[in-house]
Structure formats: C-alpha cells, structure tokens
C-alpha cells in the first residue's frame, strides 16, 4: 500500500503535462492546458464512484492535499459518503459563525420600534450585556443549553431576582430571534434552566418613598438651582415618572400644559394617547429657571451629553443616607390625596397616569379630568412649598 501513495513530488506537481496524474490513494492531479490543476479525490461509495474537488494547486500544497485524501479516505471508510460529510460539516461551521452577541444585538435593532426612546436608555439590552453576554456572548446560539443559561444566572437569580428575570427573559426572545432566522436552537432551553434555577427567594419590593409629611422639608433642601434639583423640585410638584422629566424639551410646553408623548409613557404601546400635566406657577417657575440650561431641547441635561439620568437623581438622596427614591415621589403624592383630600379614585388615579376600568368603559370615559388635577396640583404646590394646605373636596364630572 505504501509503494502506492506519494507518487507525485513537489516539482512533478509544478512541471506535469496536462492531464490527470494519480499520487495514489484515490488522490488525483487534474492538470489543465493553461497550467492551473485542481485536486480531485476519487472515492466508491455503495458501489458508486465519486470525485471530490479539494482545491486548486495555486491555493492547496501537495502536502495539505494528501492529509485532506487521508481524512476523507477514512471517511469513507467508515462507509460515510465524504461530501456529504463535508456539507454537514459546513453547516455546523456556519451554525457557530453565529454568536449569542451578534443575535442578540440583531433582536434589539428589531424591537427597537417598540421600546421608550428606540431603546436609548438601554434598559432594553443592559441585562443582557451586564449579565448574560460577557459569559455567553462569545457562544453560538444552536450550542446553549439550559446548563450554561443556569450557570450564568444563578450568582444573581436569588440576589438580583428582577435583574435575573428580564435578562431571562431577554434571552428567551434572543434564541426565538435566532430560531426565526433560520438557525437550530433550543426553544425550551429558557423553561428549563428556569426549571433548574428553581423558585426565587426574592419578592419584589415597593420602591421606599418619603412620606408626604416630610417632602416639604426636604423640597426646602434641594434650593441650589442646578439642574438635577430644579428636575427633583418639578418632578415632585407633578407626580410624574422620572422618564418622561428627564426628556421634557421646552416644545412639549403649551402656556399652562405639558403634553408628554404617548410613546415616553410606561408600557406603552403604538395607539398610548399623549398625557396632560397641567402646570401650577411653581412648576411653571422652575422651568422658566431650568430653561437657562437648556441644551439640544432638552430642559434637563447631563454635563456631558443627553439627559440627567435617573441615576443623578437618586445618588442625591443616597448620599443623605435617605431610603427613598426618586419615584417614590408618586407615593408621596398619591398618600397625600388620599389622606387629605376627598378626591374620586378615578381623578386620583389619573394623577399618576394609572389607567382606569376595563377597555370599554375607559373607550367611552374619555375625559382626563386636567382641572380636577390642576386644582390638586396646586393644594399639592402648597403643601410641598410650606404654604397652607386645607383639606379638598373634589366632585368628579360624568
């Protein structure tokens, strides 16, 4: 068998006449007139005979075409027909060019459309890259199991359990994005690592806020007029969420009115209708002073570029070694109507941009109650800026 394999040299292969030079083996030199050649492999397989191109001369040594005839020979021998073998294995090649990093990017540019911002705030991604990428990024998408998603995860599944959820979560519609692609992935591969990560011990919390007895002292605190106090100041005088502060520009402003956009709205979707803040003369105040930092539109930017983040803000109460958060605000504001005022649930609850009823009665109940609301704004106004605050009594319009 030896006598019949390398029959060919290194200056054969180069000076050979045209035409077909066997180096043994089933390894063949298709040499052609202008002087390129080809390395063809011959096999039988169940009786049939095949040829198997292995690259040209100019790009393949004739030692790297023997170890390819010597691996496809085995293959063959293990009655395997080599070019299948060699397709199956540019599948499972290309199946590994994609990664979890490269699908996972793919679905947020996907989903953008339906998240506050296109996504800007990257709440949307952030689990994903802090928590799940830098273990499994570098992973293609059709080799993750449910071990490596439970390995990843269970450091923060107790510790950070909302955290861990909506990076699961996250990962569950990166492998549907992957399945829909056209790639082999294990769609049941989120449910049982969840299976195997068992119940978590951490139950959701309230964010901690100030009661509202206290929030006029601490409004008194927060006088220096920088932005990130003129933005606490106007965030507890409207009840709003933080979010939509943040990305207040001066055009959403109309005299008394701020319209926030439906799509800046929590758990928005594409028909959310645009909310009214009515403005009482001190919010009106406050953003007559935050106008004057003013940068690309909007009232409240960082020091760097966009917007203060809702970060600043809470660092700010953090390092007073207060528990409450900035959110918590709402809090103040609605246990503030509900122990001081006789306010319709309905009218209290639009307050804080709640929705109320089912979706037809909310279909035929259409009114936003913006004078209601302005009425309590003001009482509020008075009670956070240590002016006199009377109990209210609001009659809710039909």
């Known amino acids: 068998m030896a006598r019949s394999l390398n029959k060919l040299s290194a200056m054969a292969v180069k000076n050979s006449a045209p035409g077909k030079h066997s180096d043994g083996g089933g390894l063949w030199l298709h040499k052609r007139d202008e002087g390129?050649?080809?390395?063809?492999?011959?096999?039988?397989?169940?009786?049939?005979?095949?040829?198997?191109?292995?690259?040209?001369?100019?790009?393949?040594?004739?030692?790297?075409?023997?170890?390819?005839?010597?691996?496809?020979?085995?293959?063959?021998?293990?009655?395997?027909?080599?070019?299948?073998?060699?397709?199956?294995?540019?599948?499972?090649?290309?199946?590994?060019?994609?990664?979890?990093?490269?699908?996972?990017?793919?679905?947020?540019?996907?989903?953008?459309?339906?998240?506050?911002g296109d996504g800007k705030a990257g709440?949307?991604?952030?689990?994903?890259?802090?928590?799940?990428?830098?273990?499994?990024g570098k992973k293609p998408v059709g080799e993750i199991d449910q071990i490596d998603?439970?390995?990843?995860?269970?450091?923060?599944?107790?510790?950070?359990?909302?955290t861990a959820r909506k990076a699961l979560n996250r990962l569950d519609i990166c492998l549907r994005h992957a399945a829909a692609l056209g790639h082999e992935v294990d769609l049941q591969a989120t449910d049982k690592a969840r299976a195997l990560l068992g119940q978590q011990r951490h139950k959701a919390e309230n964010i901690p806020a100030l009661p509202w007895i206290e929030v006029p002292a601490f409004y008194a605190s927060i006088?220096?007029?920088?932005?990130?106090?003129?933005?606490?100041?106007?965030?507890?005088?409207?009840?709003?969420?933080?979010?939509?502060l943040r990305f207040l520009r001066v055009e959403q402003i109309h005299a008394d009115v701020w319209t926030i956009p439906?799509?800046?709205?929590?758990?928005?979707k594409d028909k959310t209708p645009d909310f009214r803040v009515p403005l009482v003369p001190e919010a009106l105040e406050i953003i007559e002073q935050a106008k004057a930092f003013a940068r690309g539109g909007y009232l409240f930017p960082s020091v760097k570029k966009g917007v203060i983040s809702d970060a600043t803000m809470s660092r700010l109460?953090?390092?007073?070694e207060m528990a409450a958060r900035p959110h918590g605000f709402r809090s103040s504001l609605r246990d503030w109507i509900a122990e001081t005022t006789d306010t319709p649930f309905d009218v209290a609850e639009?307050?804080?941009?709640?929705?109320?009823?089912?979706?037809?009665?909310?279909?035929?109940?259409?009114t936003d109650f913006l004078e209601q609301r302005r009425k309590l704004l003001e009482r509020w106004a008075n009670h956070v800026t240590g002016k006199s605050g009377k109990l209210l009594k609001l009659v809710e319009n039909s």
């Open 123 to 136: 709440r949307w991604f952030s689990p994903l890259e802090i928590h799940v990428l830098p273990k499994l």
């Open 36 to 116: 390129a050649g080809q390395w063809v492999f011959r096999y039988t397989i169940h009786g049939r005979r095949r040829e198997m191109g292995l690259g040209s001369v100019q790009d393949v040594s004739l030692k790297d075409a023997r170890g390819r005839a010597e691996k496809w020979r085995a293959i063959a021998a293990k009655g395997l027909d080599p070019i299948s073998e060699r397709e199956r294995e540019r599948r499972e090649a290309e199946k590994r060019l994609h990664l979890l990093e490269d699908v996972a990017k793919d679905a947020f540019e996907s989903r953008k459309a339906e998240l506050k």
């Open 262 to 268: 439906g799509e800046q709205q929590k758990g928005r």
């Open 350 to 366: 639009m307050m804080l941009a709640h929705k109320v009823g089912g979706k037809v009665e909310r279909a035929y109940k259409r």
């Open 317 to 320: 109460m953090e390092r007073r």
């Open 223 to 244: 006088s220096d007029g920088t932005v990130t106090h003129l933005a606490l100041r106007l965030l507890i005088l409207t009840g709003v969420r933080s979010a939509p």
């Open 149 to 162: 998603i439970r390995d990843t995860l269970k450091p923060i599944w107790h510790t950070k359990a909302e």
